[in-house]
C-alpha cells in the first residue's frame, strides 16, 4: 500500500469521542461509569422541529439542496442573525453547513495558504488548532487566563499579530472554559484586527446558553462584515447534534468559496433537516428557555460539588455546559489524573490538554447530564481524590 499523506498526521481525533471509546468498554466489561465527556444536551429535540422534518420527509422533500443550503433557510438564518445582531444580512451571504464544523473548517481552507497564521486564545475547541495544521496554517495560540473570567486580553492578542497572520478565531461563549468575552476584548480584537486587515472567525455555537441574565455579545455586532466570518448551529441551543446543521455568515465572496468547499466534500446538507431547522427558528422557543434554565441550576450544582473537593477550585462558569475545574494543586498531570478517574474512579471526563497545552492543570466537566448524575459524579471524585491524595 503506498504510504498515506503527511498531513494525515496533523489531522487530530477529538479527545472527547476517544474518552468515550474507553467508558463504553468499560462499560461492557461491567464497570458502571458516569459520563462528564461529552458536550451533547441530554434533552430530547423539541417536537415542533420533529414534526417539521417529518412533514418534510413526508412531502418528498429527500434530494439534493443547493451547496449553499435552501433558500428558505438561509432567508430565516439571515432574519435571524439580522435581527438579533443589529447589522443587515442578506441570504447571500449565509451558507448552510453540515453541522458548524463543516464551518470551521471551510473558513480557514478559504483562507488559508501555507505558512498563514492563525491567532487562537486558548484551550479552545480544539478543532481550529487542528484544521489550521492541516492546510498549512501556523496556529499561534494565546493564553486564556482564569483571573480574566477566561476572556482574552486584547493587549495579548495584538501582541501575536505578525505580518503573516491571517485569522484571529474566536469562540464565545467557550468551550471548555464556560467564559464569555467581554466587550471590550473584542472591540480589542477588532481594533487590531482592521489595522492589520485580518479576519476574525467567530464561533457562537452556545450563544443561548449564557447565565445570570447575560446578554451574548456578537463579534458581528462589534466588528464590521467585511472582517467578520460567524458560526452557528443548531446542535447546542436546539439539542440537534445528531441532525449535523450549521450556518456560516460571511461576505458574499467568502460565503462563496465556502459553500464550494462543503459542494467539493459533502455536497449538501440533508434536505428535510433543513425544512426543521426553519421550524427551529420561527419557534417556539420554550424548550429552548427551559434547557437553558435547567442548565443554570446544574451550573450552580456542580460549582457547589466541585469547590468541596480538596485540590479542585472552579470559577463559576458564565455559560455553555462545562465546567472547568482548576486541579494544579494536586501536583499531577491533567490527563494522568483524567486516566484515574476512569480507571479508578468511574468517571469519564476531558482533561484539559485537550484543548490545547494551555489546559494543562484543569479538567473539562460537561454537565449536559443530570443533577442526579452530577451528584454521584461528584461524590466518586470526592471520595477518589481523598483517598489517593490527602
Known amino acids: 500500500m503506498p504510504s498515506l499523506s503527511k498531513s494525515m498526521e496533523k489531522l487530530e481525533v477529538e479527545s472527547a469521542f476517544i474518552v468515550l471509546d474507553k467508558a463504553r468498554e468499560l462499560e461492557r466489561q461491567g464497570k458502571e461509569i458516569v459520563h462528564f465527556e461529552i458536550g451533547q444536551p441530554d434533552f430530547p429535540t423539541p417536537k415542533h422541529i ?30 435571524y442573525i439580522s435581527e438579533s445582531r443589529g447589522v443587515d444580512v442578506k441570504p447571500k451571504e449565509v451558507v448552510i453547513t453540515v453541522g458548524a464544523k463543516m464551518g470551521i473548517f471551510a473558513s480557514l481552507i478559504a483562507f488559508l495558504d ?20 492541516f492546510v498549512g496554517g501556523v496556529p499561534v495560540t494565546v493564553k486564556l487566563r482564569e483571573e480574566r473570567g477566561f476572556s482574552p486580553s486584547g493587549e495579548e492578542i495584538a501582541s501575536a ?14 468551550n471548555p472554559t464556560g467564559g464569555v468575552y467581554s466587550r471590550e476584548d473584542i472591540e480589542a480584537i477588532y481594533e487590531v484586527a482592521k489595522k492589520r486587515d485580518i479576519v476574525v472567525i467567530s464561533d457562537e455555537i452556545y450563544e443561548h446558553i449564557i447565565f445570570d ?46 459553500a464550494k468547499v462543503q459542494l467539493n466534500s459533502a455536497s449538501c446538507p440533508a434536505s428535510f433537516v433543513q425544512y426543521a431547522a426553519i421550524a427551529a427558528l420561527k419557534g417556539p422557543w420554550d424548550d429552548v428557555w427551559k434547557m ?16 468541596s473537593i480538596p485540590g479542585f477550585s472552579m470559577i463559576k462558569p458564565a455559560a455553555t455546559f462545562y465546567a472547568f475545574p ?14 484515574m478517574l476512569l480507571n479508578e474512579a468511574g468517571v469519564a471526563l476531558l482533561p484539559g490538554t485537550s484543548f490545547g497545552a494551555e489546559g494543562e492543570g484543569y479538567l473539562r466537566i460537561s454537565f449536559a447530564t443530570s443533577r442526579e448524575n452530577i451528584k454521584k459524579g461528584m461524590k466518586r471524585i470526592r471520595d477518589f481524590v481523598k483517598e489517593k491524595f490527602s
Open 50 to 79: 420533529i414534526e417539521a422534518a417529518k412533514k418534510a420527509l413526508d412531502e418528498g422533500k429527500t434530494g439534493y439542496t443547493p451547496a449553499a443550503g435552501i433558500y428558505e433557510l438561509r432567508e430565516a438564518v439571515a432574519e
Open 114 to 133: 501555507p505558512g498563514d497564521e492563525v491567532v487562537i486564545p486558548s484551550p479552545t475547541y480544539p478543532a481550529y488548532e487542528g484544521v489550521t495544521k
Open 161 to 174: 499579530v505578525t505580518d503573516k497572520t491571517k485569522a484571529i478565531v474566536i469562540n464565545t461563549p467557550g
Open 213 to 258: 441574565g447575560k446578554k451574548h455579545v456578537s463579534a458581528l455586532s462589534i466588528g464590521d462584515k467585511e472582517h467578520t466570518v460567524l458560526l452557528g448551529g443548531f446542535s447546542k441551543s436546539w439539542s440537534m447534534t445528531g441532525w449535523r446543521l450549521g450556518w456560516v455568515i460571511a461576505p458574499e465572496k467568502v460565503a462563496d468559496k465556502v
Open 292 to 307: 437553558v434554565k435547567e442548565y443554570e441550576a446544574r451550573r450552580n450544582l456542580i460549582y457547589e460539588e466541585v469547590n
Open 326 to 339: 482548576n486541579v494544579s494543586k494536586l501536583g499531577v498531570k491533567s490527563s494522568k489524573l483524567a486516566d
